[in-house]
C-alpha cells in the first residue's frame, strides 16, 4: 500500500493543462480563468507541485456535456476507449498521491474519495462518484523517476458538444506555458471533438494571439 506521500505524475489534459488552475484545487481558491467563480475547497496538502513537464497521451480529448463552472459549455474527457495516431497535448504535474485523490474528489464535487493503489490503478480500476463524471483513473506508464502516471477522465462515451470560450483559453494558457509554439496549440485545439465544426478558426487564433507568451 503506498504512502498518501508517494509521488506520482497526474497527467492533464483539460483546464488543469493551466498550472494555476492546477494549483486551484490544491490551496483551495476560485477556478481562474471559470465565469462561474467556482471555489475549490483545496488539498490536505497544499504544496505546490515540484516539477512539470509536456506530455503525450494516445487517446483523443473530446468535449462533451454540460460544465456549470464553463458558461454550460462541454467540458474536456479523454475518450479511453480510442486511440489515436497524432497524441493529444497534455502536461505532467509531479505531485502526491494524496494530492491526487484530493484532486479527483474536487473533480467531481464529492465529498469523500476512495483511495487507490498502484497496483489497482494499472488494472484501470474505477472510482465512481454518484454524481461524478470523471469516475475513471486512468494509468498512463511510468515516468523515468519510477513514479507512475495516471490521468482522470470519464469510463462512459458521451456526444460532443461545444465548450466555451473561456475553457479554450484554459488549455490555450496551459498549453503555451508548457512551451508548445503558437501555431501547433491553434492547430490542435481547432481540431478537438466539440469545436469542429462549431467554432470558427479565426475565433481559435484569436483565443490563442491573447494568451500568448512572447
Known amino acids: ?3 498518501l506521500d508517494d509521488p506520482v505524475w497526474y497527467v492533464a489534459f483539460g483546464s488543469n493543462l493551466h498550472r494555476e488552475r492546477l494549483c486551484a484545487y490544491l490551496v483551495g481558491k476560485p477556478t481562474p480563468g471559470s465565469p462561474s467563480g467556482h471555489i ?8 505546490l507541485p515540484e516539477q512539470d513537464e509536456p506530455a503525450s497521451l494516445w487517446h483523443p480529448l473530446m468535449f462533451a456535456g454540460v460544465s456549470k463552472r464553463w458558461n454550460g459549455g462541454g467540458a474536456a474527457f479523454l475518450d ?13 504535474y509531479r505531485i502526491t498521491w494524496g494530492q491526487l485523490e484530493d484532486i479527483h474528489r474536487q473533480e467531481n464535487s464529492a465529498a469523500v474519495v476512495e483511495p487507490s493503489t498502484p497496483a489497482e490503478l ?18 498512463c506508464g511510468m515516468h523515468d523517476d519510477g513514479a507512475p502516471m495516471a490521468t482522470i477522465t470519464c469510463s462512459q462515451g458521451a456526444n460532443p458538444t461545444q465548450p466555451d470560450t473561456s475553457y479554450l483559453t484554459a488549455l490555450a494558457t496551459g498549453l503555451n506555458e508548457t512551451g508548445y509554439p503558437r501555431g501547433e496549440i491553434i492547430a490542435y485545439l481547432a481540431a ?17 494571439t491573447t494568451t500568448l507568451v512572447e
Open 80 to 92: 479511453s476507449s480510442r486511440t489515436v495516431e497524432q497524441p493529444t497535448l497534455a502536461r505532467r
Open 40 to 47: 475549490e475547497s483545496g488539498a490536505r496538502d497544499s504544496r
Open 192 to 208: 478537438l471533438e466539440g469545436v469542429v465544426g462549431n467554432i470558427e478558426q479565426s475565433t481559435i487564433e484569436r483565443i490563442v
Open 1 to 3: 500500500m503506498h504512502s
Open 122 to 139: 494499472r488494472t484501470g480500476k474505477l472510482h465512481r462518484y454518484r454524481n461524478g463524471r470523471y469516475d475513471l483513473l486512468l494509468f
